[in-house]
Every structure is written in C-alpha cells, then in structure tokens.
Nanobody
Framework: QVQLVESGGGLVQPGGSLRLSCVAS????????MGWYRQAPGKQRELVAG???????KYADSVKGRFTISRDNAKNTVYLEMNSLKPEDTAVYFC??????????????WGQGTLVTVSS
C-alpha cells in the first residue's frame, strides 16, 4: 500500500510562516505529480500548488508569490513553504500524489490532512 503522511500544520499569526511536509511511503517506483490542496469550512477543496517530477509547478492565484512548493524525488517528499499567511489561508491542507507507480498500477493517493489556522 501507498500512504502519504503530512506534517507541519498548526496555529500561526497573520503574516507568519509555516512549512508543510508530506512523505509518501510504500513500494513506490515513481510519482508523477505531488501537490497540496486545501479545504476551508463550507468550501470546496481547491488546488494550492502542484509539482511534477520534471519540476513544472502550478499555483493557485491566491497564493502566488507567497507559497513555494518543492520536491525531493529521491525521498518521495513534497514541501509547501507558506509565507505572509492570511486568515483566509486557514484550512485543512491535504497532500496529493498522482501517477504513483506502484507494482503494475498507477494510483492517486491522498493524505489525511493537516490543519493550518491563521489567527491573532
């Protein structure tokens, strides 16, 4: 089985920073894309940032210039550096891995989520 484990969420004041990490474990051969989604109360889950194994990135307009996604392909790990955090960034952040090559299959896997709260 493939699992994603997130860490790094918590409470931060507006203007502060947090770094999220997500590690994929299991007998993984490769992962095409890894990224972060978030879901605020009463809202739909939305893409925050994603990155392919080749280094292409995509960001939500609302986080451009504030958040940075990075990957360590050798460690099957993805990071999200979040700066200049705003109250509207408050949400549960979910790690996603797509195109996970596992045995003879390709999978999409989600993490359990980590809560980020931006409040004074």
């Amino acid at each position: 089985q493939v699992q994603l484990v997130e860490s790094g969420g918590g409470l931060v004041q507006p203007g502060g920073s947090l770094r999220l990490s997500c590690v994929a474990s299991g007998s993984i051969i490769s992962i095409y894309a890894m990224g972060w989604y978030r879901q605020a109360p009463g809202k739909q889950r939305e893409l925050v940032a994603g990155m392919t194994s080749g280094g292409s990135t995509k960001y939500a307009d609302s986080v451009k210039g504030r958040f940075t996604i990075s990957r360590d392909n050798a460690k099957n790990t993805v990071y999200l550096e979040m700066n200049s955090l705003k109250p509207e960034d408050t949400a549960v952040y979910f790690c996603n891995a797509d195109g996970v090559r596992y045995q003879s299959r390709y999978l999409e896997v989600w993490g359990q989520g980590t809560l980020v709260t931006v409040s004074s």
